[in-house]
């Protein structure tokens, strides 16, 4: 990572929102994903990514929003690089909180972003509002009053899709694979071993996976461990710990795949999400 790149990050211990301030020139993320909806404004530059098969620009005070598992990376195209603002958000406890403030929400459906990118000056004011309140520790009633804001502003940019498992959306032979790696996450799975799981043969499956995900399994797999290794590591456990919880060959080895996603080591992110010491 450049010396002129930089990260700042909290996680809120009420809501465990993350927010996360960051600072990047050239490369910043290889293609990754998370399991939190992501919501933030560019503030400086120009922020570039790849998702759901397009190329976006960011320019600042557009905003960003992100689905749980939506697969992207992140780039500077130009010299001064780009900075932003982002809140991590759990979506267990984003759809508890919107089913409690606003009735009309509807049952046995999941919040859903009809575009990744957004120029409501109204939303990015209360996403950066929130932010600050969160990233600063603000009172705890200045806080719930900015999440509140926001929550109440973001209903206008989302859309219930209804939860369906199979997702119509996708091949069946993709999904099958995609439940098989959440089940075995911590083993070593084969490829022949997953293709034999969704009774097709690896090459068939290696192609329906990356059309579907955007990825070939190894990398979604990888992808899903990372997500895993961050909730145990904002748990408190340690880094050798979670590295041998879910199957990475060591500490050195989790560590260079969780640098590779988040430009944070394992050690560093645990610190600023459970308060103890390395």
């Known amino acids: 990572m450049s010396s002129r790149n930089w990260i700042d990050f909290t996680q809120d211990a009420d809501t465990g929102i993350e927010s996360i301030r960051a600072h ?24 570039q990514f790849n998702c759901r098969r397009e190329k976006h620009l960011s320019t600042p005070g557009k905003v960003i929003l992100l689905e749980p598992g939506e697969i992207h990376d992140g780039y500077a195209p130009t010299e001064e690089g780009f900075t ?8 267990q406890w984003l759809e508890r909180e919107l089913h409690a403030l606003f009735e009309h929400a509807p049952a046995d459906s999941t919040p859903s972003f009809a575009s990744i990118l957004n120029t409501d000056s109204r939303l990015a004011g209360a996403i950066f509002r929130a932010f600050q309140t969160l990233h600063q520790g603000d009172l705890r009633i200045v806080r719930q009053t900015a999440i509140d804001d926001l929550l109440g502003t973001m209903t206008r940019s989302l859309q219930w899709r209804k939860r369906e498992n199979p997702d119509p959306r996708l091949p ?15 083993q070593d799975i084969g490829l022949d071993e997953l293709a034999q799981a969704c009774a097709v043969d690896r090459f068939r499956l290696s192609r329906a ?64 999400c459970s308060k103890l010491p390395d």
Not at 172 to 186: E, G, I
Not at 228 to 239: D, Y
């Open 172 to 186: 069946l032979v993709a999904q099958r694979a995609r439940d098989y790696l959440h089940a075995h996450y911590d």
């Open 24 to 47: 990047f020139e050239g490369h910043a993320y290889d293609p990754h994903w998370h399991d939190s909806y992501l919501v933030g404004v560019t503030e400086q530059g120009v922020q």
């Open 84 to 91: 932003y603002s982002m809140l991590y958000i759990d979506p």
């Open 209 to 272: 996976f990356k059309s579907a995900f955007g990825v070939a399994p190894h990398a979604y797999l990888i992808q899903l461990r990372l997500a895993k290794a961050r909730q145990r590591l904002a748990r408190g456990e340690s880094p050798a710990e979670v590295a041998s919880a879910l199957g990475f060959a060591d500490q050195s080895h989790l560590g260079r795949w969780f640098r590779r996603a988040y430009q944070l080591t394992p050690a560093d992110y645990r610190r600023r």
